[in-house]
């Protein structure tokens, strides 16, 4: 069982800078892809960045040269950090923990969402 706990989201003026934490109560090391997710109210949930197990990353075009994520498997811990943040990255933001073992097995964990506005 794996359950994560997002934190660093906030109000922030467009232009600056804020880093997102996810931290795992279960090891992730080297068996999870994680991602960043965001979801407004009444719409569905995005997926804006992913880091696979080898390291290996995905970004949703609207934050590419933007957003950059990270995970440090020695403190089961994910990052997001975003840069040059817009008015429309307004969103709950969520952590998520998935993988599929060699039996076909799937695991997928959600985290509880952290809040980030941006607005003058």
């Known amino acids: 069982q794996v359950q994560l706990v997002e934190s660093g989201g906030g109000l922030v003026q467009p232009g600056r800078s804020l880093r997102l934490s996810c931290a795992s109560s279960?090891?992730?090391?080297?068996?999870?892809?994680m991602g960043w997710y965001r979801q407004a109210p009444g719409k569905q949930r995005d997926m804006v960045a992913t880091?696979?197990?080898?390291?290996?990353?995905n970004y949703a075009d609207s934050v590419k040269g933007r957003f950059t994520i990270s995970r440090d498997n020695a403190m089961n811990t994910v990052y997001l950090q975003m840069s040059s943040l817009k008015t429309e990255d307004t969103d709950v933001y969520y952590c998520?923990?998935?993988?599929?073992?060699?039996?076909?097995?799937?695991?997928?964990?959600w985290g509880q969402g952290t809040q980030v506005t941006v607005s003058p």
């Open positions: 279960g090891s992730i090391s080297g068996r999870y892809t």
């Open positions: 880091i696979s197990s080898g390291g290996s990353t």
């Open positions: 998520n923990a998935n993988r599929v073992t060699v039996l076909g097995s799937k695991y997928d964990y």
